[in-house]
Structures are given as C-alpha cells and as structure tokens.
C-alpha cells in the first residue's frame, strides 16, 4: 500500500486531500454575512470575448456591456476604482475571463468586492492597467492571471517575467496590503469542449504547472501568499475536473463554490 502511495504524484495526494477539505466546508456553509455592496464595485462580465456555456444567469448581469470594446472595459474599470478607493477592506480581483465570471453571491462576505478582471486578459495588458489601482487603499488583492498567453504562444520565460513585474509593482504601490498570487488553473485536455479546444490540446497542462511553480516562487520572494488552486480542480490526469467546468476552460457555479471555499479558508 505504502509502494502504491509513493507513485500517486504530490499534486495528486495533495488535490484528494484538499477537495475532502472543501467538502467539509461547503457541506457546513461558511455563511457568512454579507453587508449590502455598493452596485459600483460589484463584479461585471465583459462578452467582448464569447461567454461559457451555460452562463445565462451572467449573461443577466451584462446589460449592455457585453458590447464593450477592451478599451472601454479599461476606462470603466478605472472609473469603478474612483468610486471605490476608499471603500471598507477593499478586495481586488485581477486576471482574466475566469475571474471576471466569478459569481457576485459566491464572493466571500464581510469584504467590498472590486472585480478588475477583463475576458481574454493577457499578463502584459494586465501589468499596464495596475497604475490604476495607485490612490486605491486595498486591504488584498487576488491575482489570477496567465491562461490566455499560453495559448497564444507567449514565451513561459515571458509569461514569468510579466507576473514578476506585476506582483513587484503591487508590492511598491501597495506595502501594506494582502497580495495572493493564485495559480493558473489546469484546462480540460481531450474533454474540453471550448470552441479554441485545438490550442486547448496543443498546450499540455504540465506546462501550466510549470508556471505555477514559478509563481510559488516569485510569491515568496516578494513577501506575497501563494494560493495554490491548480489540486483543487485537477481530475487524476492532472486536467481540469469536467464536473466544475462548462468547457474545459471556464468555471460553472460549482467550480466557483470551490474557489470560493478556498480563499474563504485561505484569507478570512
């Protein structure tokens, strides 16, 4: 048994582990209160990039920003930071489309919530839009960030540098706040069913973990927290879960409770 043990990976061991740890956790509730949010600073959805599958309840949350060019998401964005700058234990979201969908309801209570993720977000784009965050007095930041250069071919080299330059501009501008790096999360290989599955396939998940495991790194040396997320959703192939996902790629409501458990468990 000890011989069978030793062959299961660490990530592996470690996602079995965790994964019975959530359940424990979503199965008592963690309901926590939640005090009434300023609609200003609630999470939005860009559609400029197709939304997942199943995401009609997003889709009611768009209005009319679903036709938003990315330059208009960035000027919003900014404007949403102004009004919530000074705003009780302000709480960033940085990244991508996985982040920007994260449900409003699932977000954990007793913060304000400050949703910067714009769909289709690469690190380069991202790291130029941080000067906007400069006047904002943030308690923690939440950066997600790194999917959508990999599958556009961005050097892993590159990819690592972007992410350093960003949680050290973070660090500089913001000394006293709460940074956790996240680790990019593993995509669904051959069960994905996302309409870019080819560039899915043709960027092995090992590649993904890689970076993570550079992030751990850069999070340390920057005297930031590291969230490793990559176990929690990872099936015993290493892909992503098919039942937390609508494609392979994207997070149903499920895979959102999951990460909402953890950064509930992870930052309080």
């Not at 007793?110 to 380069?124: F, H, K, P, V, Y």
């Not at 599955?197 to 998940?205: E, F, K, Q, Y």
Request: no cysteine.
């Amino acid at each position: 048994m000890l011989e069978r043990l030793q062959t299961i990976p660490a990530w592996a061991l470690l996602s079995l582990t965790m994964n019975g740890l959530l359940f424990v956790a979503v199965l008592f509730g963690l309901q926590d209160d939640q005090p009434p949010r300023d609609p200003s600073v609630l999470p939005h959805a860009n559609a400029s990039v197709p939304l997942p599958p199943s995401s009609s309840l997003l889709e009611s949350q768009l209005g009319d920003r679903q036709y938003l060019t990315y330059q208009q998401w960035v000027d919003l964005l900014r404007q949403e930071v102004i009004a919530a700058q000074a705003a009780p234990r302000l709480t960033v979201l940085l990244g991508d489309s996985i982040s920007l969908w994260f449900p409003p309801h699932l977000l954990p209570g007793r913060r304000t919530w400050l949703n910067q993720a714009i769909s289709g977000e690469r690190s380069d784009g991202l790291y130029q839009r941080l000067p906007d965050l400069d006047d904002a007095t943030i308690e923690t930041i939440f950066l997600m960030v790194g999917i959508n250069d990999l599958l556009a071919g961005v050097p892993e080299d590159q990819l690592v540098q972007n992410l350093e330059d960003t949680v050290a501009y973070l660090r500089r501008q913001h000394p006293n706040a709460d940074i956790v790096v996240q680790s990019i999360l593993p995509h669904g290989a051959e069960q994905a069913t996302w309409e870019g599955r080819d560039r899915l396939l043709a960027l092995p998940n090992g590649r993904i973990q890689s970076v993570n495991t550079a992030l751990a790194k850069i999070a340390a040396e920057a005297g930031a927290d590291y969230l490793d997320l990559y176990p929690l959703f990872a099936n015993g192939e290493g892909a992503l879960r098919a039942d937390l996902s609508t494609d392979g790629l994207h997070l149903n409501e499920r895979g959102y409770l999951v990460w909402r458990t953890a950064i509930a468990l992870f930052r309080p």
